[in-house]
């Protein structure tokens, strides 16, 4: 589980499934194809936004685009996650640069039956709702930066379109271990000054 990985010495040797793309995910994947190793990650559903846009950290834009005032109703609460990372100074995460790097890809992991695992056909999908989520940012952020003395806009690198894997044979693959990273429930129940729901998820 994500929540006991350390380091890639730490894994047995061999490729590694990472199954969730969200930040604990993504960070591992990365560290993982760094240290040499042949990493397959499964992505899910997911908002990808820069780390850094106009000279600003993503922590910033949160506050001058108000999101942080927004009601959390069951729209918002229906959202996929936001990916980014604070890792190595603070990437924006891309995963077709991971591809480009070497990383496999897979779509949704439905499936596995101990010698096999299968994935949903749903990466390039997956990964254009994350490009949605990334052009709605910017876009909210060069209309809040109009007129305004913000540096120009950064290009985006552009990489090929990966191919999305729909199954893996992990004795053929090598694959000597799987990273669960499926997140984490919230626990507020520390909270008492009447900013939590009865849900027990904050009302703002």
């Avoid at 603070?90 to 591809?99: H, K, S």
Wanted: glycine share 14%; aromatic share 10%; proline share 6%.
């Amino acid at each position: 589980n994500a929540s006991d990985y350390r380091t890639p010495d730490q894994l047995p040797s061999g490729g590694v499934l990472v199954v969730g793309s969200g930040a604990s995910g993504c960070q591992i994947a990365e560290e993982l194809l760094l240290a040499g190793r042949d990493v397959v990650l499964a992505v899910g559903p997911h908002r990808r936004v820069p780390r850094r846009y106009r000279g600003k950290d993503f922590i910033w834009w949160i506050s001058a685009l108000g999101m942080d005032e927004r009601p959390v109703d069951e729209a918002v609460r229906r959202q996929p996650p936001l990916v980014l990372s604070g890792a190595y100074g603070g990437r924006t995460i891309d995963f077709r640069r991971y591809a480009a790097d070497g990383m496999r890809l897979a779509g949704r992991m439905i499936g596995a039956d101990g010698a096999a695992a299968t994935f949903a056909d749903d990466l390039n999908q997956v990964l254009a709702g994350g490009d949605a989520a990334y052009a709605g940012f910017v876009a909210a952020a060069d209309a809040h930066a109009a007129g305004l003395d913000f540096p120009i806009a950064e290009s985006r690198p552009s990489y090929p379109e990966p191919v999305g894997l729909t199954w893996l044979d992990l004795a053929a693959d090598r694959i000597g271990s799987v990273v669960w990273c499926t997140g984490y429930r919230y626990d507020f129940g520390w909270v008492r000054c009447g900013a939590i729901g009865e849900d027990g998820a904050p009302i703002q």
